[in-house]
């Protein structure tokens, strides 16, 4: 492995981390931002009408989105479904291009 392949490596590993902390960030933003809700909803009227819930299930839409995209599980396709795609249409290309 040279130092190229090794420096890119480095920097695409640093990126996920860096993703992994935002990520991380947001969800304690988002505790932070349901909490507040949910002491105002309290405070305005005691539980009756518990209107925060729909924060609370649209951060957790939110937040579930955005963890599949970074952890990478894609329901559809399954993981590295692009990379296999690419390799098995470069050996098709090379089983053609021996028989002609």
């Known amino acids: ?50 209107w925060f819930l729909w924060v609370v299930l649209g951060v957790s839409i939110a937040t579930a989105v955005k963890a599949i995209k970074l952890f990478g599980y894609d329901v559809l396709m399954g993981r590295n479904w692009e990379q296999r795609k690419i390799d098995e249409f470069m050996k098709e290309e090379e089983t053609k291009k021996k028989w002609e």
């Open 1 to 50: 492995m040279n130092n190229s392949e090794t420096d890119t490596k480095y920097f695409r590993a640093k990126e996920r981390v860096e993703a992994i902390k935002a990520f991380y960030n947001k969800v304690f933003k988002y505790i932070v931002a349901i909490v507040i809700t949910g002491s105002i909803n309290y405070y305005l009227n005691e539980w009756r009408n518990p």
